[in-house]
Each structure stands twice: as C-alpha cells, then as structure tokens.
C-alpha cells in the first residue's frame, strides 16, 4: 500500500496536471484570464534535486540574453566586468535567425529549418535534453520571467504592454514531449520559484534562464541587459550553495544583424572555473550546440544524433575527457540562414531532419538516445551531424568549410622559449632557457647562470622572445599589437604584464653548471594563441572587422549622442585650443613650395577631424583601451595621460579594437626588428627623393614642353564627348591630348601616393628610430598594394589610405543616424552613409583648394569625389544584380571563380584606368586652368 504521505503527493501532481489541462490546451496561444487566475491559484511548481556528479560542473546554469553583436557587448562595461572573473568565449556562434531557432536548437539540437518566430508545437517523437537528462535522473528545469504560472504554454504574457514574457525564448515548452507530460511541464517556472529553489538549497543540476523582454534587451539595448545581467549575478556569485561546482553560461540567442557574422557574446563564471583560467580568453568555435554536447559529456549522458554529435565540448570538459576540439575556418561564413524544414515559412519542406542513430561515436557521448534509434532506425541521416559546424547559407548543407583537429585545445605547448629579466632601472640579461615541465597551472623553467636570480623577489620585468611551439613554429606574440597577425616571424617578443612568482622554495639549488630551474605560475600564458588584446578576434586569431556601419550602431556603440552633452565640458574646453592650433597652421602655410602647404593643409584638416570625433563621437571606452604599446616612454609618463598621447595623433586607431579594418592588408614589408624597419623606410625615402629630383618632372610636364594655355581650356576637360560629337565648337581630339592624359593619371597618382606616403615615413622614423617612442609595429604603410585596384570599390577600399575612416564614419553617421533619422541598415542609410563620406572628403579638400589659393577651381574637389561615389554605387548595384541573375540560372560558382581569374583582374584594371582617364584631368585640368589664368591676371 502507498504511504500517506506519497499517495498525498500523488494526488497533488495529479491534481496539478488537471489545473494545468483546465488552464489551457496546448493549441491555446492566449488563455483567457479566468483560466490564467486559475492555474495561477492551484498549480504548484515541480523542483526535483539530484545529486550526479559531472566530472566538470555538478550544475549548469544557461542564461539567455537577446540580440546583441559581440562587438557590441564585448564593449558593455558590466559585461566586461563579469568577465574578469570567468573565460570569455570569443568565437560562440548562434546558429541562424531570428530567436526562436536558436532557442529549439539550443533544446533540441537543430531548428529544423525555422526561420520565423511563429507558434510551432513540436512532435512529440523529437527528443530533447530533457530526455538526456531523464537517462540518469538529473534534475532540471527552465525559468522564465514573467511566466504567470508554472507550465503556462501561451504566446505571450501579458498579450500587450512592456516587461512580458513570450514563448518563442521558453525552448522546452515548444516541445510536444514535455508539454505532454504535465510533470515536465511544471518544471517551467517563473523567477519566484528560482528565489525559493536556491532558498530551499533544491535548485537543479540544469537549469535555462530567460529575462523577460525588457532585461534580455529586446525591447531595450546591451546596457540595460548588461546592467541586468551583473545585478542578478552579482549576488549569485558570492552564494556558497549556488557557487559550489556550479558553471553558469551567459550568452544570447543571435546577433543583432542579419548580414554580419552571426557570433556572440558568451561568458563562463561560477565555481567550476579553475582560478588560473579566470580573466582568461577561450578562442575555440563554439556553437549552441557545444552546449547540448559539453552537458553529455560531462554526465555521460547519450547524444541527440543531431548537431549536437559533432559539436566542439567546452574546453574545461574536452581536456578532463581527452577529446581535441577542431578548428573551424568560418571565413565568409555567417550561420545567418536556416535550411529547407518543417519549421520554415520560407523554404518549407514537410520532411524532418533524420538523425543519426547507430555506427558513430560523438564528441560527447559514445551513443545516440535509445529513443532516437528506436525512432529512426533504418533511416539515413540527412546531413552530416558529425561536424563540428552547422548548416551554412553561404555553402550549402556542411559542405565546403574547412576544419581540422586542433594540435592541443588551447593549452601552450612551448618548445623553448628566451627569458629576459630586468629590474627596474637596471640593465635587463638574457638567456635562453629550456621548458623542463609545463602542465595547466605553472610551468618550470631552466635558467641558466646569471639572469640575476637575486632579482626574483622584487618583482622584476618580465619578457617572454622568441616562443616556440612544440611543432617549431613561432606563437602569436602576446603583447598588444596594432596588427594582430600571427606570421609575423621572430623575435616575437610576448610582455607578460603580471608574472607571480611562486615563494622561494620553489627555486632548486643550482647545479654544477650554476643553472637553477624556477617555477613561475603561467596564469597569463595560458592559451597563448589568444592575446592579452581586448579587441574582439574572429576564429583565425585575426581582429574581427569593425567598420561601424553596416547596420550597427556607429562609433561602434555610439548611440546617437555627443560625448559632450553628457555634462562634463572637458570636450568643449579641448574644442577651443585645437581650433586655434588649426587655424594658426592653416593661415602660416600658405607660401610653402611646390604643393607642399596644401599637404600641411590636408594634414591639419585630418588632424581636426580626428581629434573632434574622437572627443565628441567616439564611444569613450576607447580611451580604457588605448596603451602606448612596448613605448621607452610609458614608464615615465603618468598613466593618466598615456591614453591621450596614443590616440591623439592616431587616426586609424591602432591597437585599440575600433582600429581600422584591413590595416593589416596594407602591411608589405614586414619588418622584425627596428633595424630592418630603418632600414626599409629610409630606402623607400631614398627612393621617393630621386624619382621626385630625377624623374618626376622629366616624365611631367617635361614630355609635353611646351605647354599651352589651351592644353587645359575647358574644351580639353571634355573627352569622350568629343570623340562622337560633329559639333565645330568642340576641337577634336588629337593624339598629344590622348598621350598627355595617359601620362597624368600615373603621374597624379604617384605624386598624391608619394607626398603622403613620404610625410607618414619620415615621422615613423622620428617616432621609432630616433625618439623610441613607438613601436615600429604602430606604424604600418598607410597605403595597400596598387594590385587590389581592380575596381573603384577595391580603389578605395583596399589600396588607397584609411587615415580618416574612422572620424568621417562617425560625423556620417551623425549626419544619416541623429540628423536625417534614417533606419539603420536600411538601403537608404547604407547608400546616405557613403555618400556622406565622399562628400565630406570633397570639402575638406575644396577647403584646402581654396584656402591656399585656388578660388576658380576648388568646386572641382566636391565634384570629383561626388562622382567616385557615383561609380562605386553603379558597381555595387551592377555585382549584386549580376550575382543574383548567375544565381538564378544555376551559375553562381562559374561566377564566382571567374571573379577570381586573371581575366576578371585586367578587365577591373583597365576599367579602373578607364574612369580615372577620364575624371582625372577633367577634375585637374580645370584647376590648372585657373591658376595659369590667375597669374596671367586674367582672374
């Protein structure tokens, strides 16, 4: 016979499931509110405990967020400040758009090709990990704010009006198989039940935690969830019971744009977190899928045989269970799209997803769920659920991205390595050293005789050169670097900027030789392929691309208000000295030799813009991020005013993560040591000297002596016009007029490249060779290779100078965003946000045109800028029309590899040639015109 006190609690469940059937059936999206009232009064939530060992975490904490780019959370102060005492995750994809697939993903182990937000009720023979868990009891339970009861299936709640909850972020109860099951179902709870769960110490082992719309950020911004979010954990994180073997996971459910790579903000804290890898960065591909995989493995609990099968384990669980993570090149990759499913309004298909069942060993589990094969015996998978990655648009179904096992999953494996200790003020020694031991928490080293051994208790400097993997190849130096780029080849110098030294005892007596081996904990070596850097890194290990348009907020977190109004007036009392330093400079040039004013003029115009927008528009973490990378003089420079010293003249940015995209394209020559860069930069100078002395003026007007007035009227402005025109007012076209505009074009674009390419030389070797006030590293070419122009887009994109993307991005985006309201992303805001720039850069150059004399011709500056924009749009439109009609007919591959051929490069080429054959001299001529006029007295 049942006891009293079990048949009570059978009664109560059985009581409970008539409450919840009563409250609503599961076709209902909106129950009434009496029904509401009802439940709400009688159904009790379901808080089962379990006590299963993981050989990681023994609880699992899922905390969702909404919409948000990891650029733009990475820069979310309370966000950052959680991280200091986790591991970032800094390649975690969400795997399409919009939020719901992403939540049933994270369920069930694929969106069966869900691409909307709609009411779906999933069949109840798709597993989920709720079944996983129920394999060996574990306990768990979802909770959303906002839920007016426990097992409340709905739509929304309330149907209208701020701070509700919504079904489409509550994954499990999408799920026929749980909704079905009434006690499942009441496992679903509210906020209320999570405070009285960790109250009663009866919190499960699993648990998926959802804010409502207004604290994920969905009706809100990144500040609000991330000022949430710290406030909720903050408390959390010093609860013994909750800390205790607990591992919590903060991450949201996509990016916030549709066309940008879908990877987001992801965070690992609690008390599973070892204290060497708190602070640290974790660069390993992750999906939503690790996660189903990452929980299997750690409970040996069977797999779902769907995306979750191939899925790479969080690191913490893959090294305890010796499993090697791949690598996953996601280049042009988004995971923006789902396929063809069941789910999908776009691309229906009535077919479900067959997963795998027997014959594989997955990444966390050695099986698939019994239910799964029962189910699906006999069947073929659909797709290849043993990869690491999920479908992908842009490749099809998992076919054409590349990955490979990783060598380790991201501990350092060093070779050898060079030690250098320095004491303050006192001359550093070298030697070479040996890795004699290295295992996750210290790594042992042998020091040879006389690196200063007496020095160690006293906090010495220490540099780390020359770092050597165990396959031989040099590592990624781990000193902040404008670069970012792993094959730049010894000396690698990696500045470890806090090395503890374990106490004395830890070093050995020395030997005969006089060597001693000394124990240093490698907290800050760890996973020495991710840099101490704060600027976001794609999978590659390169800077993430962060041009601050394309739909996302400008400034990169600019949020459409001046730094100055927020109250200080520091801004507004700097505006008025830099004007006047501007202005002084501007009227003191103007008798400067051979163009040389209007470059100064250029250069103060440059200046001026980026220190207003880096004052006013520039999102002020900037400046937390700014260092005077490996400087002689940050040592003797207050910190308090390093930051300004290395933005004020830095125009792209670099070393800061606002730093302008493909300044690594530009770096040609690759210097390794100041020596060679010296060397390179006053060979280019040499260079620049003779062509400018020898040849420049010899090819310029000296081919063409003697020049006529007329050789630039407005008559010669004109070309292709007179080429089909049988107007008598019009001179036809002669071969001298072909062969001089065919001489100009080079000739103007060698004299603009050279002057400003010369100007950036000399400084960097004032400020690196002379001064040693920068590192070579901080002044890579302003210019990219001539070879990237095969079309005006690439013209400016790729080859020419990047000094002002950043400032006329931001006043662009004041201009599109704050004054003209257009919505970002929007074809008019992407097309207004160009158009601006170009404009801007007219002015500015008109400006100086007519400042240093040019009254007659500086409209011509605007116009010629105007119309670059105008060719660029018609390439835009042109590729995008092309791309779609070749996709259409089945040719989007013939396209793209024809694109890539040698052909497609000299037909870009000579339409390159083509535009600036004609808008160059049309452009220059005119200006020439002028001044020859203006000195003959006729202006």
């Not at 701020?162 to 906020?191: E, M």
């Not at 929980?295 to 769907?306: D, T, V």
């Not at 054959?917 to 002028?930: G, I, N, Q, R, T």
Request: include cysteine.
């Amino acid at each position: 016979m049942l006891s009293q006190k079990m048949l009570q609690k059978v009664l109560m469940a059985m009581m409970a499931s008539c409450c919840l059937v009563a409250a609503q059936t599961t076709t209902e999206q909106y129950p009434s509110a009496a029904e509401i009232a009802a439940a709400q009064a009688s159904v009790i939530p379901f808080s089962p405990v379990s006590n299963v060992h993981g050989k990681v975490f023994n609880r699992f904490i899922d905390i969702w967020l909404e919409n948000t780019d990891l650029a733009s959370a990475e820069i979310e102060p309370h966000l950052d400040e959680l991280k200091k005492n986790g591991i970032f995750l800094n390649n975690y994809w969400a795997v399409t758009h919009p939020s719901e697939p992403n939540y049933i993903a994270a369920a069930g182990g694929d969106h069966f090709g869900m691409d909307n937000d709609n009411f779906w009720q999933i069949p109840n023979n798709v597993a989920t990990i709720a079944d996983l868990f129920d394999t060996r009891k574990i306990s768990w339970g979802e909770y959303q704010e906002g839920l007016p009861y426990a097992g409340y299936q709905g739509f929304r709640y309330p149907e209208s009006g701020p701070n509700n909850y919504v079904r489409k972020h509550n994954p499990l109860v999408i799920f026929n198989s749980v909704t079905d099951d009434a006690t499942r179902l009441r496992q679903i709870k509210n906020f209320t039940s999570f405070y009285d769960d960790l109250d009663n110490e009866s919190l499960p082992q699993y648990s998926f935690i959802t804010p409502n719309m207004t604290n994920d950020g969905h009706d809100t911004n990144v500040a609000f969830s991330g000022t949430w979010s710290y406030n909720f954990l903050a408390d959390l994180l010093k609860n013994e019971y909750f800390m205790k073997d607990t591992l919590v996971m903060l991450t949201f459910d996509e990016g916030g744009n549709y066309t940008h790579p879908n990877s987001v903000y992801t965070l690992l804290v609690g008390g599973a977190i070892p204290d060497h890898l708190k602070g640290t960065t974790d660069s390993t591909f992750y999906t939503h899928y690790s996660v189903i995989a990452s929980l299997s493995a750690n409970w040996e609990l069977p797999s779902l045989g769907r995306w979750d099968c191939g899925a790479n384990l969080l690191s913490l669980v893959a090294d305890k269970v010796n499993y090697i993570n791949y690598d996953v090149d996601m280049t042009n990759r988004n995971l923006n799209t789902s396929y063809p499913g069941p789910l999908s309004t776009k691309k229906y298909s009535s077919a479900w997803p067959v997963p795998l069942t027997k014959g594989v060993r997955c990444s966390g589990a050695s099986n698939v769920l019994h239910s799964v094969q029962q189910t699906y015996h006999g069947m073929e998978p659909t797709y290849n659920y043993t990869s690491p990655v999920p479908y992908d648009a842009a490749s099809g179904i998992a076919v054409g991205i590349k990955y490979s096992r990783k060598g380790h999953n991201g501990k350092t494996e060093l070779k050898s390595i060079q030690l250098s200790i320095a004491k303050p003020r006192v001359t550093k020694r070298t030697a070479s050293c040996k890795i004699v031991r290295l295992c996750a928490d210290q790594c042992t080293i042998d020091l040879p005789r006389g690196v200063g051994l007496g020095w160690l208790g006293s906090c010495p400097i220490i540099t780390f050169d020359n770092v050597i993997h165990a396959d031989g190849t040099p590592s990624i130096r781990n000193a902040p670097s404008p670069l970012g780029e792993k094959r730049i080849f010894a000396p690698i110098v990696v500045h470890i900027d806090i090395v503890t030294f374990l106490d004395r005892t830890h070093l050995s007596t020395p030997t005969s030789d006089g060597s001693c081996t000394v124990i240093v904990s490698i907290e800050n070596i760890w996973n020495i392929r991710s840099s101490n850097d704060d600027r976001p890194k794609n999978d590659s290990g390169r800077w993430t691309k962060l041009d601050g348009h394309e739909g996302k907020d400008c400034g990169y977190d600019w949020k459409g208000r001046l730094h100055a109004g927020n109250g200080s007036g520091n801004e507004i009392c700097c505006l008025l000295p830099l004007l006047a330093f501007a202005y002084i400079s501007l009227i003191s040039a103007t008798n400067w030799p051979d163009d040389w004013d209007s470059l100064w003029g250029f250069l103060i115009c440059a200046w001026s813009a980026h220190s207003t927008s880096l004052l006013f528009l520039e999102h002020q973490s900037i400046w937390i991020q700014a260092k005077l990378s490996n400087s002689r003089l940050a040592n003797y420079i207050p910190r308090k005013y390093r930051a300004p010293l290395a933005l004020w003249n830095n125009t792209r940015l670099l070393g800061t993560y606002r730093q302008v995209s493909r300044t690594r394209d530009m770096l040609q020559d690759n210097p390794t040591s100041i020596r060679q860069f010296a060397v390179i930069r006053i060979r280019k100078l040499i260079l620049y000297w003779a062509i400018e002395v020898f040849f420049k003026t010899q090819v310029f007007p000296g081919l063409f002596l003697p020049l006529h007035l007329a050789d630039f009227d407005p008559s010669r402005q004109i070309f292709f016009r007179r080429l089909i025109s049988s107007s008598i007012t019009l001179p036809p076209v002669t071969a001298r007029e072909v062969m001089m505009r065919l001489v100009f074009v080079p000739w103007w674009l060698y004299a603009t490249v050279s002057r400003l390419d010369a100007v950036h030389t000399a400084l960097s070797l004032i400020a690196v060779v002379v001064l040693r006030s920068d590192n070579y590293t901080m002044w890579p070419p302003i210019f990219g290779s001539l070879s990237n122009a095969s079309s005006m887009r690439n013209f400016w994109g790729k080859f020419w100078h990047r000094i002002l993307v950043r400032p006329y991005e931001n006043y662009s985006c004041l201009f599109c965003r704050n004054i003209l309201q257009l919505k970002p992303g929007s074809v008019w805001d992407k097309t207004m946000f160009v158009l601006v720039i170009y404009l801007i850069s007219g002015i500015v150059h008109s400006f100086v045109s007519w400042n240093y004399g040019d009254k007659c011709g500086w409209s011509s500056d605007i116009w010629w800028f105007c119309c670059n924009f105008a060719v660029t749009a018609v390439e835009t439109a042109a590729s995008q029309m092309l791309r779609t009609y070749k996709k259409a007919v089945g040719q989007k591959v013939e396209f793209e590899a024809w694109k890539r051929s040698l052909w497609s490069r000299i037909l870009g080429y000579l339409w390159v040639y083509l535009f600036l054959f004609w808008s160059v001299p049309k452009w220059h001529y005119s200006k020439l015109y002028c001044q020859i006029l203006e000195r003959l007295g006729h202006v």
